[in-house]
């Protein structure tokens, strides 16, 4: 009952907070939606790259792996976001300070950032299909599970960015690591078969790479739960040691804060 | 009766800052700066207590351990009986904090979708969250104000939403942190009034109020510490403290022709608390916190006179709170004794 409430009301002010900016919303769904136009184009440019033509060609390839791209940049950047606004106000005080756990306290503020990263995954997957791409043997309830698993790692993730928050008053930097260095390893605009080595090695760690994989494969070849098994225990193994990690890092600079007084910096 | 509050020795240290060089050339160095030191409070239950101090004295970081947000470095504190360490989720059960940041809201927000997010937080199901939010609005006046964006509000507006934020649960204990900092005059009245008949009168709660402002100070609290660079230098009631002057004296001198040096000579007189130094009228102004004891003033005179000043005025009158807090604060040893 208590975490239900408190779930909601984090969905709601965090709706209202977003569509309290709507120009601003609209921009930056915009913004994202641009990128399907430029990689369309592009695809047309390098057509017959072998790596990638079992996924239907170089732009559905693309589409599916900024659309997680994006599912994973808006979900960890809306949530680390939101802290350090809450911080700079120094509501975030006074959310520690409340009766709720703080456990749940970070849970429940990441939970809203996914719900405006799906409509990001959704615009651009639609707006993929409207330019050609084909999702017609999509495995539907795969790419749910795909999708559910994603979060949780990706949650893993934003807690070891909002960790950072709690000791420092310098923004938002991890995130933005987070993001740049998915991007290069995880096989978003190339596949991960052109890595050189050491770094091929790395991609196998980083969440983005199995979520993309997963969310291709189900969306764009309709593999079955047999042909992804790799993908799915990847996934799972790196959110079963990504999850402990993330919650003792912000357990961890949470006590920082409390001794060093930063958690209300400004 | 058990007491309210209780610190023991409650010390708070923080790391200070340190340049890269600092950091290279003595990595193994971790100065420190000390911020409360080694507070010893016992707060009474249904009492509102002030700290006073000047700026960066130590206050904030004072209710700050109280309130659970800061870990002290050493010294133990207890809050409604728990320990504010080992028991911080309970201590958070039995205090509301009203701090001074008026802007501790989302702005997008209306006051009362705030106040229902702080409330769910709080564990308040949406329909007890309704009945308390409701009744507490209009208590404190701001119930249509509380229909508009939080960004679009009056600081003395956000300051009572702030004040009904920390009613919510209906704690036993409220700390107040400079409530009325940023405010206007009248806004600054009508939350003092808020807080003497509403927190104090209706509701009895305990309050601890840290300000540094010596008219709320002297209006609302019962009992004072004033604090100095951390450290507690004086308690009691405000009669109490004035009493600590001794049956001391006010005087206020206007000098004309006053040498420089006389500040520093009339400082080192015996019988002399304290003084302070400004202008009026086109004359040096010296207003002086005398043991009262007329041969005192009659020195001071008389040195003023043969150094050259001359003296256009002379007043003498009790001492004020701000008297007592000139003295304590810029001139510690002149009252720093045991507490009352």
């Avoid at chain 1, 084909?134 to 309830?141: C, S, T």
């Amino acid at each position: 009952m208590l975490a239900g409430s408190v779930a909601w009301a984090f969905l709601v002010r965090d709706v209202r907070i977003e569509t309290s900016h709507k120009a601003g919303f609209a921009f930056r769904l915009f913004a994202a939606l641009m990128g399907v136009p430029i990689f369309f184009f592009v695809a047309r440019a390098v057509r017959g790259v072998g790596a990638v033509e079992g996924f239907g060609g170089y732009f559905a390839f693309v589409i599916v792996g900024l659309a997680a791209t994006a599912y994973m940049s808006v979900g960890i950047g809306t949530f680390v976001g939101s802290l350090r606004r809450s911080q700079a106000t120094g509501a975030l005080e006074l959310m520690v300070l409340s009766r709720t756990p703080f456990s749940l306290v970070l849970l429940f503020s990441s939970l809203p950032g996914y719900l405006l990263a799906l409509l990001s995954f959704g615009g651009l997957i639609g707006m993929g299909a409207v330019l050609g791409m084909d999702v017609g043997q999509a495995n539907i309830p795969l790419a749910v599970v795909s999708l559910v698993l994603a979060t949780a790692a990706f949650v893993a993730l934003g807690l070891l960015a909002a960790s950072v928050i709690f000791v420092t008053s310098g923004g938002n930097p991890v995130s933005w690591v987070i993001r740049a260095a998915s991007i290069v390893l995880a096989g978003i605009f190339y596949p991960v078969s052109v890595l050189p080595g050491a770094l091929g090695a790395v991609a196998e760690v980083v969440p983005l790479t199995h979520a993309a994989e997963l969310l291709r494969r189900s969306l764009l070849n309709g593999d079955g739960w047999a042909d992804v098994r790799h993908e799915l225990m990847a996934l799972l193994a790196i959110t079963a040691v990504l999850m402990p990690l993330g919650v003792a890092a912000c357990r961890l600079t949470l006590r920082v804060a409390r001794t060093d007084g930063s958690l209300s910096q400004r | 009766m058990r007491s309210a509050i209780e610190t023991h020795e409650l010390t708070k240290r923080f790391r200070k800052l340190r340049t890269y060089r600092d950091a290279l050339a003595y990595p193994w160095r971790r100065p420190t700066l000390l911020a409360i030191d080694a507070v010893s409070l016992t707060i009474r239950r249904g009492e509102v207590f002030g700290v006073l101090g000047e700026n960066g004295a130590g206050k904030t970081t004072l209710i700050r351990m109280l309130t659970t947000s800061l870990l002290p470095s050493s010294g133990t504190a207890a809050v409604g009986g728990y320990d504010v360490v080992r028991e911080a989720g309970k201590v958070r059960s039995v205090i509301g904090l009203v701090g001074s940041d008026e802007r501790s809201f989302f702005g997008e927000l209306t006051g009362r979708q705030n106040l229902e997010f702080f409330a769910a937080l709080q564990g308040l199901p949406p329909s007890t969250a309704r009945g308390r939010i409701d009744p507490l609005l209009h208590r404190v006046g701001v119930a249509a104000a509380a229909e508009r964006p939080f960004r679009t509000l009056s600081s003395g507006t956000r300051q009572k939403l702030a004040i009904v934020r920390g009613l919510l649960t209906d704690p036993e204990i409220v700390f107040l942190d400079e409530p009325t900092r940023s405010l206007d005059p009248i806004s600054a009245r009508s939350v003092r009034r808020l807080v003497s008949e509403f927190l104090v009168g209706e509701l009895g709660r305990t309050v601890v109020l840290a300000t540094h402002s010596l008219g709320e100070a002297e209006e609302l609290c019962d009992r004072l510490a004033l604090v100095r660079a951390g450290r507690v230098v004086a308690e009691g009631t405000v009669d109490e403290l004035r009493s600590r002057l001794g049956h001391g004296l006010r005087c206020d001198l206007r000098v004309a022709d006053m040498p420089p040096d006389l500040p520093d000579v009339l400082r080192r007189l015996p019988g002399v608390m304290a003084i302070e130094v400004g202008q009026n009228g086109g004359h040096s102004a010296l207003g002086l916190v005398l043991e009262d004891d007329r041969s005192v003033l009659a020195l001071v005179l008389r040195e003023t006179i043969e150094r050259g000043g001359e003296v256009v005025g002379c007043a003498t009158r009790e001492p004020t709170l701000e008297d007592v807090y000139v003295a304590t604060l810029s001139e510690p040893s002149a009252l720093e004794a045991a507490p009352c």
